[in-house]
């Protein structure tokens, strides 16, 4: 081993440590300058949510997915892996890394606005309820007694347990059974065997289906609480928030040019407000 003087050792630790300190900052590369330099994006995708995002011909297609194609661009057109999962798995999906965001419609609420850095949202998701064709259900009282669904872990759970909860306070029954789906297409089959009375869900996607369906499923009204927070977003993880801001600002580009609006005719047959603010809670990321 080599015989170093005091001083000279002084030297050699001052310059690791400057190594050291110069190396640090060159790892600390944002998921946004990862995917440029890798020119590879991966993202997290529930294909069960039409018109948002749904498999048709062995492809993901839908209104999120052409939203995709326009964000791929805007990035210099890296290799594209869009990873179809359970809504389940993405949200904690995308905080243990597994992906680089969630390209999903995202419901925006209290809770996941602490956690999540939502996007400027791409469409407006104020909850609904759809009922069979010809049923009596036009306001919340009707939903008394009745058996209620909608997807586990869904913006719409809480939802429909908020209606539940303001029901009884108001001395009615409440809903006779809350059932929870993994998917929002399950519940619909459901609804449509007579399993269930309603489904709570999004307008745009309810709006949809029962265009698709006039002569199965009708909508019910609305069933937001008063203050609601309503709109329909992607996220990133919270520290990604170049991420976010970058797909904030292709969204809002779309936005302006037309391209947004076009796509909801597309996809919805009407097009929807996309606002610049207020449409987070406070204190979100």
């Known amino acids: 081993m080599p015989h170093f003087t005091r001083r000279q050792f002084g030297l050699l630790a001052t310059a690791s440590a400057a190594a050291v300190g110069f190396a640090g900052p060159a790892y600390a590369e944002t998921t946004l300058e990862k995917i440029r330099r890798t020119k590879v994006l991966t993202v997290g995708t529930e294909a069960a949510f039409p018109p948002f995002e749904f498999v048709k011909d062995g492809k993901i297609v839908g209104y999120g997915s052409d939203i995709l194609a326009e964000v791929v661009k805007a990035l210099g057109n890296p290799k594209l892996n869009q990873l179809d999962l359970p809504w389940q798995g993405i949200l904690p999906g995308v905080l243990a890394g597994k992906f680089d965001f969630v390209a999903t419609t995202v419901g925006i609420n209290e809770e996941r606005a602490k956690r999540y850095a939502y996007t400027t949202p791409i469409a407006n998701g104020e909850p609904y309820a759809m009922k069979r064709k010809g049923d009596a259900m036009a306001k919340p009282e009707d939903f008394n007694g009745k058996v209620v669904a909608t997807q586990l872990a869904s913006s719409t759970e809480p939802v429909a347990r908020a209606l539940d909860a303001r029901l009884k306070q108001a001395g009615g029954a409440g809903f006779k059974e809350l059932k929870l789906f993994t998917a929002f297409t399950e519940s619909y089959v459901a609804l449509a065997n007579g399993e ?24 019910a009204g609305s069933v937001a609480a008063p203050g609601a927070f309503t709109y329909l977003s992607w996220v990133t993880r919270p520290g990604d928030t170049d991420l976010r801001d970058f797909l904030s600002a292709t969204i809002k580009a779309m936005r302006d040019d037309g391209r947004l609006g076009a796509l909801q005719d597309k996809w919805f047959g009407f097009k929807m407000d996309i606002p610049d603010s207020g449409y987070l809670p406070p204190g979100a990321v």
């Open 196 to 219: 269930v009375d309603a489904v709570i869900q999004s307008l745009p996607s309810l709006a949809v289906l029962v265009k698709e369906k006039p002569d199965t499923f009708a909508l």
